[in-house]
């Protein structure tokens, strides 16, 4: 503007000094109201960076208006691989708007929680294990994890995992609710909705999606890496507790124009796909969910498993092609104590009680729970958990339910927790809660 109005000066000759005067008092305050615009702009840009790690960003989603967060020290996290494996091919979206490339083959881990002791005690021990596994041959391959947090505020592992904070449609699963679950679909599609505007929130073609209750053990073999991400593909683990062929009408009545039969047993997690799949399938996946919650006959006759129902009609709606390779051959997780043993997995879900007692006088002998663990104290300063014993028995040891324990089964119990509490052992006390 300073020369705009010597141009004009300059046409209309020589000005009195009141002018003069009045012309330098109008610059000095446009200056100074341009020069607080420019301060103001700046900090905003700060804040929604992560600056002010107290104030979520203000982002629609299309499906929710609710507001989002991605702290600073999460997202710094997420591109340092000492941290969680960010590698230098990552960093980009594999959508039209690409700065960076992805790098072939990698893999972006995501994850969901609401942020209770309960699960805030498995997934530290996730992400502790995951990072163990990075430095195996293979452990490249993960190039990002991030922890999706479905909670009004944050939580005490926000500097420990790399995570993004997404508004829950129910609020009060910050404490106490009777299904936290039903909010993952919409808390995904806000990350997703997130990217959009960074995509450097994404940092591999491959997305998967876990529990909180896994252990890796190695590196995931799968997608082959030369896999095309154009390949409407999906791996995932037959769940036998997911049968939509019990459902025949819920299952119409979701998906008029579909066949239960055509409907995969499996559900979000474990689940592989590419993250141009992933944005095909979570309109439908949030859609359904929420058609789920708001029927109660539907809601009571699919029970605990009803979003994962939704998901799997989801893949299904949307024509892809899911891998369901059988467990004991199945290369992403292994469940303790039902399968021999890890195999061809590269993780091991815990989600059932592990309880030895003694043949012979039905004593127990060794346990391990998960829902032993959901005290605030143990979610903060995870203790070491108690070995199986090292000498195996035969034909003295039975799990709870009655079946032997078998020295396979066995041994792959005493692998899992040695590698939990290698992991444990990496952990750092948290000292105070988050009010």
């Known amino acids: 503007m300073g020369k705009v109005i010597l141009a004009r000066r300059h046409v209309r000759g020589a000005n009195s000094p009141f002018k003069v005067i009045s012309f330098l008092l109008m610059g000095l305050a446009f200056g100074g109201c341009l020069g607080y615009g420019v301060m103001s702009t700046a900090h905003a840009i700060m804040e929604i960076n992560g600056g002010n790690n107290n104030q979520p960003d203000k982002i629609t989603s299309t499906h929710t208006n609710q507001q989002l967060k991605q702290t600073t020290k999460a997202k710094q996290k997420a591109t340092s691989k000492s941290v969680n494996g960010g590698g230098k091919g990552a960093g980009g979206s594999s959508s039209s708007n690409n700065i960076v490339p992805l790098a072939e083959g990698t893999l972006h881990v995501l994850t969901t929680s609401n942020g209770s002791p309960y699960q805030n005690y498995q997934m530290r021990i996730a992400y502790a294990t995951y990072n163990l596994v990075l430095s195996m041959p293979g452990g490249d391959r993960f190039t990002g994890f991030t922890r999706i947090l479905h909670r009004t505020k944050p939580d005490e592992l926000m500097d420990e995992i790399p995570t993004f904070r997404a508004n829950p449609l129910q609020p009060e699963c910050d404490n106490w609710c009777e299904y936290p679950v039903s909010d993952r679909a919409d808390a995904v599609q806000q990350f997703f909705d997130a990217s959009k505007k960074d995509p450097s929130m994404i940092k591999a073609p491959w997305l998967y999606m876990i529990e909180s209750d896994y252990v890796f053990m190695k590196p995931v073999e799968v997608p082959p890496v030369k896999t095309k991400t154009t390949a409407g593909k999906a791996w995932a683990f037959p769940f036998d507790y997911i049968n939509p062929a019990l459902f025949p009408n819920e299952m119409k009545q979701l998906w008029p124009d579909g066949e239960p039969g055509d409907i995969p047993n499996a559900g979000p997690a474990p689940l ?72 061809h997995a590269h993780a091991f879900h815990y989600t059932q009680c592990t309880i030895y007692k003694s043949i012979a006088g039905d004593e127990d002998v060794w346990k391990y729970d998960k829902r032993f663990y959901t005290s605030a104290e143990v979610a903060l300063n995870v203790p070491l958990i108690e070995e199986p014993p090292e000498k195996f028995e035969a034909g003295k040891w039975k799990f709870i339910e009655g079946n032997p324990v078998t020295e396979e089964k066995h041994e792959a119990i005493r692998a899992m927790v040695k590698q939990m509490n290698k992991g444990i052992a990496t952990l750092k006390p948290i000292t105070a809660a988050v009010a």
Do not use: C, H
């Open 272 to 343: 592989i796909m590419s993250v141009e799949d992933w944005k095909l399938v979570i309109p439908d996946w949030v859609r359904l969910a929420a058609a789920i919650e708001a029927d109660e006959k539907i809601k009571r006759r699919l029970g605990w498993v009803r979003e994962m129902y939704g998901f799997s009609i989801a893949l299904a709606k949307n024509g892809l092609d899911v891998d369901l390779t059988p467990p004991g051959s199945n290369q992403l997780i292994s469940q303790l104590p039902i399968d021999k043993g890890l195999e």
